[in-house]
Nanobody
Framework: QAQLAESGGGLVQAGDSLTLSCAASGRTFSRWTLGWFRQVLGSDREQVVAISWSNGSTLYADSVKGRFAISRDSAKNTVYLRMDSLKPEDTAVYYC???????????WGQGTQVTVSS
């Protein structure tokens, strides 16, 4: 299992930007995929974006393409989610997740709340 710790959530206004961080530890992540998910109370967890630690390839949900950007800092074992042009519908608890190569996401952080006011 990997240990993940998110930070950077908060209350912002529509159109603002916010950057989330996910500090990963406990493993060597060279063959892992890390991702950002979000969940609204009463709804399923939604994958926002994922990044391959080895080659940096990414996969974005259509709802955030062009507004959100994921990046990684291998030296710090940290993944970032830059969120621009935030909308009220982006309001959710954002989770960092990690998956071994070929496996489902199985390690999760505690989540960080993002609230976007209109």
């Amino acid at each position: 299992q990997a240990q993940l710790a998110e930070s950077g959530g908060g209350l912002v206004q529509a159109g603002d930007s916010l950057t989330l961080s996910c500090a990963a530890s406990g493993r060597t992540f060279s063959r892992w995929t890390l991702g950002w998910f979000r969940q609204v109370l009463g709804s399923d967890r939604e994958q926002v974006v994922a990044i391959s630690w080895s080659n940096g390839s990414t996969l974005y949900a259509d709802s955030v393409k062009g507004r959100f950007a994921i990046s990684r800092d291998s030296a710090k074992n940290t993944v970032y989610l830059r969120m621009d042009s935030l909308k009220p519908e982006d309001t959710a608890v954002y989770y960092c997740g990690a998956a071994r190569a070929g496996s489902d996401f199985s390690s999760w952080g505690q989540g960080t709340q993002v609230t976007v006011s209109s």
